[in-house]
Protein backbone atom coordinates (compact mmCIF):
# COMPACT_ATOMS: atom_id res chain seq x y z
CA UNK A 1 0.00 0.00 0.00
CA UNK A 2 1.01 3.56 -1.12
CA UNK A 3 -0.10 6.44 1.10
CA UNK A 4 0.56 9.98 0.32
CA UNK A 5 -0.30 12.38 2.95
CA UNK A 6 -0.85 16.03 2.90
CA UNK A 7 -1.34 18.52 5.68
CA UNK A 8 0.38 21.72 7.45
CA UNK A 9 0.69 25.07 8.63
CA UNK A 10 0.21 24.39 12.22
CA UNK A 11 0.88 21.03 14.96
CA UNK A 12 -2.64 21.34 14.87
CA UNK A 13 -2.94 19.70 11.29
CA UNK A 14 0.60 18.04 11.27
CA UNK A 15 0.03 15.85 14.37
CA UNK A 16 -3.32 13.94 13.05
CA UNK A 17 -1.51 12.89 10.41
CA UNK A 18 1.51 11.24 11.80
CA UNK A 19 -0.35 9.93 14.23
CA UNK A 20 -2.46 8.30 11.65
CA UNK A 21 0.51 7.56 9.16
CA UNK A 22 2.57 6.05 12.33
CA UNK A 23 -0.46 3.63 13.12
CA UNK A 24 -0.97 2.63 9.69
CA UNK A 25 3.26 1.39 9.54
CA UNK A 26 2.27 -0.58 12.94
CA UNK A 27 -0.64 -2.18 11.05
CA UNK A 28 1.63 -2.82 7.74
CA UNK A 29 5.39 -2.47 8.32
CA UNK A 30 6.02 -2.62 4.46
CA UNK A 31 3.21 0.50 3.73
CA UNK A 32 5.18 3.35 1.86
CA UNK A 33 4.05 6.70 2.95
CA UNK A 34 4.78 10.17 1.30
CA UNK A 35 4.02 13.04 3.46
CA UNK A 36 3.50 16.44 1.41
CA UNK A 37 3.87 19.69 3.04
CA UNK A 38 4.37 23.30 2.76
CA UNK A 39 8.35 24.79 1.95
CA UNK A 40 9.21 26.23 4.98
CA UNK A 41 6.04 25.19 7.35
CA UNK A 42 6.87 23.56 10.48
CA UNK A 43 5.94 20.30 8.83
CA UNK A 44 9.24 20.42 6.61
CA UNK A 45 10.74 19.79 10.53
CA UNK A 46 8.68 17.66 12.04
CA UNK A 47 7.51 15.03 9.52
CA UNK A 48 11.17 13.83 8.73
CA UNK A 49 11.68 13.76 12.73
CA UNK A 50 9.14 11.44 12.57
CA UNK A 51 10.37 9.10 10.07
CA UNK A 52 8.78 9.62 7.30
CA UNK A 53 9.56 10.72 3.29
CA UNK A 54 8.93 14.27 2.85
CA UNK A 55 8.27 16.31 -0.24
CA UNK A 56 7.70 20.62 -0.10
CA UNK A 57 5.46 22.42 -2.92
CA UNK A 58 5.75 26.47 -2.66
CA UNK A 59 2.71 27.39 -1.27
CA UNK A 60 1.18 30.23 1.28
CA UNK A 61 -2.25 31.32 2.34
CA UNK A 62 -4.33 34.61 1.79
CA UNK A 63 -3.59 37.68 4.22
CA UNK A 64 -6.56 39.11 5.71
CA UNK A 65 -5.46 42.39 6.91
CA UNK A 66 -4.96 44.81 4.12
CA UNK A 67 -2.23 46.36 4.29
CA UNK A 68 0.04 47.59 1.01
CA UNK A 69 2.67 44.28 1.97
CA UNK A 70 -0.52 41.80 2.36
CA UNK A 71 -1.39 42.95 -1.16
CA UNK A 72 1.63 42.06 -2.60
CA UNK A 73 1.61 38.73 -0.39
CA UNK A 74 -1.61 37.77 -1.88
CA UNK A 75 -0.44 38.52 -5.34
CA UNK A 76 2.23 36.13 -4.57
CA UNK A 77 -0.10 33.32 -3.40
CA UNK A 78 -2.28 33.39 -6.35
CA UNK A 79 0.51 32.76 -8.60
CA UNK A 80 1.44 29.86 -5.92
CA UNK A 81 -1.70 28.66 -6.28
CA UNK A 82 -0.99 27.34 -10.39
CA UNK A 83 2.30 26.62 -9.76
CA UNK A 84 1.96 24.87 -6.56
CA UNK A 85 -0.92 22.59 -8.14
CA UNK A 86 1.91 21.63 -11.06
CA UNK A 87 4.41 21.23 -8.34
CA UNK A 88 1.52 18.60 -6.12
CA UNK A 89 0.90 16.51 -9.63
CA UNK A 90 4.82 15.64 -10.74
CA UNK A 91 5.07 14.38 -6.99
CA UNK A 92 1.93 12.51 -6.77
CA UNK A 93 2.85 11.06 -10.51
CA UNK A 94 6.48 10.25 -9.24
CA UNK A 95 4.72 8.38 -6.52
CA UNK A 96 2.03 6.65 -7.60
CA UNK A 97 -0.16 6.67 -4.38
CA UNK A 98 -3.08 3.99 -4.33
CA UNK A 99 -4.64 6.58 -1.91
CA UNK A 100 -4.35 10.42 -0.11
CA UNK A 101 -5.22 11.40 2.72
CA UNK A 102 -5.72 14.97 3.65
CA UNK A 103 -5.46 16.91 7.31
CA UNK A 104 -6.13 20.37 6.65
CA UNK A 105 -4.08 23.24 5.98
CA UNK A 106 -4.23 25.12 2.99
CA UNK A 107 -0.92 22.94 1.32
CA UNK A 108 -4.00 19.86 1.63
CA UNK A 109 -6.08 21.95 -1.40
CA UNK A 110 -3.65 21.76 -4.62
CA UNK A 111 -2.61 18.07 -3.47
CA UNK A 112 -5.74 16.31 -3.29
CA UNK A 113 -7.29 18.85 -5.82
CA UNK A 114 -4.74 16.88 -8.52
CA UNK A 115 -5.15 13.66 -6.37
CA UNK A 116 -8.79 13.73 -7.31
CA UNK A 117 -8.04 15.00 -11.00
CA UNK A 118 -6.53 11.97 -11.71
CA UNK A 119 -8.65 9.66 -10.04
CA UNK A 120 -6.77 8.63 -6.56
CA UNK A 121 -8.98 7.76 -3.65
CA UNK A 122 -8.63 10.85 -1.37
CA UNK A 123 -10.41 11.18 1.97
CA UNK A 124 -9.42 14.04 4.42
CA UNK A 125 -9.76 14.48 8.23
CA UNK A 126 -11.23 17.66 10.37
CA UNK A 127 -9.92 18.14 13.63
CA UNK A 128 -12.04 21.12 14.92
CA UNK A 129 -16.05 21.81 15.37
CA UNK A 130 -15.93 24.15 12.79
CA UNK A 131 -13.69 22.72 9.62
CA UNK A 132 -11.23 25.11 7.86
CA UNK A 133 -11.20 26.81 4.39
CA UNK A 134 -9.90 24.03 2.94
CA UNK A 135 -11.49 21.28 3.94
CA UNK A 136 -14.65 22.89 3.00
CA UNK A 137 -13.82 22.75 -0.80
CA UNK A 138 -12.38 19.27 -0.56
CA UNK A 139 -15.45 17.67 1.16
CA UNK A 140 -17.42 18.14 -1.71
CA UNK A 141 -15.61 15.45 -3.86
CA UNK A 142 -13.52 13.55 -1.05
CA UNK A 143 -14.53 10.25 -1.34
CA UNK A 144 -14.86 10.28 2.98
CA UNK A 145 -14.67 13.25 5.50
CA UNK A 146 -13.55 12.30 8.57
CA UNK A 147 -14.98 14.30 11.76
CA UNK A 148 -13.37 14.64 14.74
CA UNK A 149 -16.80 16.32 16.49
CA UNK A 150 -20.37 15.77 15.20
CA UNK A 151 -21.27 18.92 15.04
CA UNK A 152 -18.55 20.03 11.64
CA UNK A 153 -21.09 18.26 9.60
CA UNK A 154 -23.31 20.74 10.03
CA UNK A 155 -20.97 23.44 8.20
CA UNK A 156 -19.99 20.73 5.17
CA UNK A 157 -21.86 20.65 2.18
CA UNK A 158 -24.98 18.23 1.95
CA UNK A 159 -22.87 16.21 -0.51
CA UNK A 160 -19.96 15.70 1.99
CA UNK A 161 -19.50 11.88 3.04
CA UNK A 162 -19.16 11.93 6.65
CA UNK A 163 -17.88 9.32 9.18
CA UNK A 164 -17.36 10.49 12.84
CA UNK A 165 -13.72 9.03 13.79
CA UNK A 166 -12.70 11.10 16.46
CA UNK A 167 -9.21 12.68 16.59
CA UNK A 168 -6.29 10.82 17.27
CA UNK A 169 -5.00 10.82 20.71
CA UNK A 170 -1.49 9.75 21.69
CA UNK A 171 -1.71 6.34 23.88
CA UNK A 172 0.81 8.21 26.07
CA UNK A 173 -2.23 10.01 27.65
CA UNK A 174 -4.66 7.40 26.99
CA UNK A 175 -3.02 5.06 29.45
CA UNK A 176 -1.51 7.95 32.34
CA UNK A 177 -3.40 6.82 35.43
CA UNK A 178 -4.01 9.07 38.08
CA UNK A 179 -3.02 7.82 41.33
CA UNK A 180 0.40 6.66 39.67
CA UNK A 181 1.21 10.21 37.93
CA UNK A 182 0.17 12.10 40.94
CA UNK A 183 2.63 9.91 43.52
CA UNK A 184 5.09 10.23 40.63
CA UNK A 185 4.65 13.99 40.86
CA UNK A 186 4.85 14.27 44.26
CA UNK A 187 1.39 15.57 45.00
CA UNK A 188 -0.64 15.14 47.95
CA UNK A 189 -4.59 15.31 48.84
CA UNK A 190 -5.01 18.89 47.71
CA UNK A 191 -6.67 19.52 44.15
CA UNK A 192 -4.53 20.17 41.49
CA UNK A 193 -5.11 23.09 38.90
CA UNK A 194 -3.14 22.44 35.36
CA UNK A 195 -2.53 25.20 33.37
CA UNK A 196 -1.06 26.62 29.91
CA UNK A 197 -1.31 28.52 26.57
CA UNK A 198 0.22 26.57 24.33
CA UNK A 199 4.16 25.91 23.71
CA UNK A 200 4.71 29.31 23.16
CA UNK A 201 2.55 30.49 25.28
CA UNK A 202 -0.09 33.37 25.86
CA UNK A 203 0.05 36.85 27.24
CA UNK A 204 -3.29 37.28 28.66
CA UNK A 205 -3.57 33.44 30.26
CA UNK A 206 0.03 33.95 31.68
CA UNK A 207 -1.65 37.46 32.66
CA UNK A 208 -4.72 36.20 34.85
CA UNK A 209 -2.90 32.85 35.92
CA UNK A 210 -0.37 35.12 38.01
CA UNK A 211 -3.12 36.85 39.74
CA UNK A 212 -4.43 33.16 40.29
CA UNK A 213 -1.21 32.32 41.84
CA UNK A 214 -1.01 35.52 44.25
CA UNK A 215 -4.60 34.28 45.30
CA UNK A 216 -4.05 31.03 45.91
CA UNK A 217 -0.55 31.45 47.77
CA UNK A 218 -2.92 33.21 50.57
CA UNK A 219 -4.23 30.08 51.53
CA UNK A 220 -2.02 27.36 49.74
CA UNK A 221 -5.57 25.38 49.04
CA UNK A 222 -4.54 24.45 45.79
CA UNK A 223 -1.35 22.63 43.73
CA UNK A 224 -0.40 24.37 40.81
CA UNK A 225 1.48 23.45 38.47
CA UNK A 226 1.64 25.96 34.88
CA UNK A 227 3.89 26.28 31.98
CA UNK A 228 4.16 29.64 30.54
CA UNK A 229 5.93 29.11 27.49
CA UNK A 230 8.71 29.99 24.79
CA UNK A 231 7.73 33.77 25.44
CA UNK A 232 6.48 33.96 28.91
CA UNK A 233 10.18 34.28 30.10
CA UNK A 234 8.80 37.45 32.45
CA UNK A 235 6.25 35.05 34.26
CA UNK A 236 8.58 34.65 37.27
CA UNK A 237 9.49 37.89 37.08
CA UNK A 238 5.86 39.23 37.63
CA UNK A 239 4.93 36.85 40.58
CA UNK A 240 8.53 38.37 42.18
CA UNK A 241 6.51 41.73 41.61
CA UNK A 242 3.51 40.86 42.80
CA UNK A 243 5.33 39.50 46.03
CA UNK A 244 4.96 35.32 45.31
CA UNK A 245 8.09 33.59 46.59
CA UNK A 246 7.80 30.54 44.80
CA UNK A 247 10.10 28.99 46.87
CA UNK A 248 7.72 29.02 49.99
CA UNK A 249 5.44 27.80 48.21
CA UNK A 250 6.34 23.93 47.08
CA UNK A 251 2.46 23.44 45.92
CA UNK A 252 3.51 25.57 42.74
CA UNK A 253 5.38 23.80 40.07
CA UNK A 254 6.05 27.05 37.24
CA UNK A 255 7.96 26.21 34.44
CA UNK A 256 8.44 26.88 30.45
CA UNK A 257 7.19 23.59 28.51
CA UNK A 258 5.58 21.27 30.73
CA UNK A 259 7.50 18.19 28.98
CA UNK A 260 5.01 15.23 30.70
CA UNK A 261 1.94 16.43 29.71
CA UNK A 262 0.49 13.30 30.01
CA UNK A 263 1.31 12.65 33.79
CA UNK A 264 0.54 16.18 34.77
CA UNK A 265 -3.08 15.63 32.65
CA UNK A 266 -3.89 12.45 34.75
CA UNK A 267 -3.08 14.06 37.43
CA UNK A 268 -5.01 17.51 37.49
CA UNK A 269 -8.70 17.93 38.87
CA UNK A 270 -8.70 21.43 36.26
CA UNK A 271 -7.12 22.41 33.37
CA UNK A 272 -6.81 25.95 32.41
CA UNK A 273 -5.80 25.54 28.67
CA UNK A 274 -7.28 27.05 24.76
CA UNK A 275 -9.46 25.00 23.00
CA UNK A 276 -6.98 23.51 19.87
CA UNK A 277 -8.41 20.38 18.73
CA UNK A 278 -5.80 17.91 19.87
CA UNK A 279 -5.86 19.50 23.27
CA UNK A 280 -9.82 18.69 24.07
CA UNK A 281 -9.42 15.53 22.32
CA UNK A 282 -6.69 14.59 25.43
CA UNK A 283 -9.02 16.38 28.24
CA UNK A 284 -12.11 14.31 27.10
CA UNK A 285 -9.83 10.73 26.78
CA UNK A 286 -8.54 11.59 30.16
CA UNK A 287 -12.18 13.02 31.48
CA UNK A 288 -10.83 16.60 33.18
CA UNK A 289 -12.81 19.08 33.73
CA UNK A 290 -11.58 22.47 32.67
CA UNK A 291 -11.82 26.23 31.92
CA UNK A 292 -11.60 26.80 27.98
CA UNK A 293 -10.05 29.99 26.82
CA UNK A 294 -10.38 29.81 23.16
CA UNK A 295 -7.61 31.90 21.08
CA UNK A 296 -9.61 34.44 19.44
CA UNK A 297 -6.48 34.84 16.65
CA UNK A 298 -6.94 31.38 15.10
CA UNK A 299 -8.74 31.06 11.11
CA UNK A 300 -12.75 30.99 11.45
CA UNK A 301 -12.45 31.39 15.15
CA UNK A 302 -12.58 27.76 15.10
CA UNK A 303 -11.17 27.34 19.27
CA UNK A 304 -14.37 29.24 20.23
CA UNK A 305 -16.53 26.47 18.01
CA UNK A 306 -14.28 23.91 19.66
CA UNK A 307 -14.91 24.93 23.10
CA UNK A 308 -18.80 25.45 22.10
CA UNK A 309 -18.63 21.62 21.46
CA UNK A 310 -17.88 21.26 24.95
CA UNK A 311 -19.69 23.69 27.03
CA UNK A 312 -22.99 22.91 24.95
CA UNK A 313 -22.44 19.27 26.33
CA UNK A 314 -22.14 20.00 30.05
CA UNK A 315 -18.22 18.99 29.66
CA UNK A 316 -16.20 22.78 29.98
CA UNK A 317 -17.06 26.02 30.97
CA UNK A 318 -15.84 28.80 28.62
CA UNK A 319 -14.12 31.97 29.74
CA UNK A 320 -13.05 33.97 26.35
CA UNK A 321 -10.18 35.99 26.09
CA UNK A 322 -12.30 39.33 25.65
CA UNK A 323 -13.53 38.64 28.94
CA UNK A 324 -10.28 36.79 30.43
CA UNK A 325 -8.85 38.62 33.85
CA UNK A 326 -7.12 37.91 36.79
CA UNK A 327 -10.12 38.30 38.61
CA UNK A 328 -12.63 36.34 36.49
CA UNK A 329 -10.67 33.73 36.42
CA UNK A 330 -10.40 33.38 40.40
CA UNK A 331 -13.96 33.71 40.34
CA UNK A 332 -14.70 30.79 37.72
CA UNK A 333 -12.31 28.23 39.46
CA UNK A 334 -13.65 29.39 42.98
CA UNK A 335 -17.18 28.45 41.71
CA UNK A 336 -16.16 25.46 39.84
CA UNK A 337 -14.65 24.26 43.38
CA UNK A 338 -17.65 25.52 45.30
CA UNK A 339 -19.78 23.08 44.10
CA UNK A 340 -18.31 19.12 45.05
CA UNK A 341 -19.81 18.24 42.16
CA UNK A 342 -18.85 20.35 40.04
CA UNK A 343 -15.75 19.39 38.48
CA UNK A 344 -16.74 15.78 38.51
CA UNK A 345 -19.46 16.27 36.49
CA UNK A 346 -17.83 18.39 34.00
CA UNK A 347 -15.04 15.61 33.94
CA UNK A 348 -17.59 12.97 33.50
CA UNK A 349 -19.77 14.67 30.45
CA UNK A 350 -15.32 15.28 28.68
CA UNK A 351 -14.84 11.59 29.00
CA UNK A 352 -18.86 10.69 27.33
CA UNK A 353 -17.58 12.99 24.36
CA UNK A 354 -14.11 10.94 23.81
CA UNK A 355 -13.18 8.33 21.21
CA UNK A 356 -10.36 6.41 22.33
CA UNK A 357 -10.15 4.43 18.96
CA UNK A 358 -9.56 7.08 16.54
CA UNK A 359 -6.58 5.93 14.74
CA UNK A 360 -8.48 2.32 14.17
CA UNK A 361 -11.70 3.89 12.94
CA UNK A 362 -9.10 5.89 10.24
CA UNK A 363 -7.28 3.08 9.41
CA UNK A 364 -10.61 0.99 9.18
CA UNK A 365 -11.75 3.73 6.72
CA UNK A 366 -8.61 4.30 4.52
CA UNK A 367 -8.39 -0.08 4.02
CA UNK A 368 -12.61 0.56 3.17
CA UNK A 369 -12.07 3.40 0.39
CA UNK A 370 -9.17 1.27 -1.36
CA UNK A 371 -11.33 -1.63 -1.04
CA UNK A 372 -14.19 0.32 -2.94
CA UNK A 373 -16.92 -0.21 -0.22
Given at each position: ??????????????????????????????????????????????????????????????????????????????????????????????????ICVGTGG????????????????????????????????????????????????????????????????????????????????????????????????????????????????????????????????????????????????????????????????????????????????????????????????????????????????????????????????????????????????????????????????????????????
Amino acid sequence: MRILFAGGGTAGHINPALAIAGYVREKEPDVKILYIGAKGGMEERLVPAAGFDFKSITISGFQRKLSLKNVKRNIETVVHIFTSSREARNIIRDFQPDICVGTGGYVAGPVLREAMKMKIPAIIHEQNAYPGITNKMLSKHADKTMLAVADAQKFLDPAAKCVLTGNPVRQAVIRADRAASRKALGLDSRPLILSFGGSQGARKINEAVAELLVKGAKSDRFQHIHGYGQWGGWFPDLLKEKGLNLSEHPNMDIREYIHNMPECLAAADLVICRAGAITLSELQAQGKASILIPSPNVAENHQYHNAMAMVDRHAAAILEEKDLTGASLCKLVDDLFKDPDMISSLGKNARSMAILDANQRIYRIIKEVLAGI
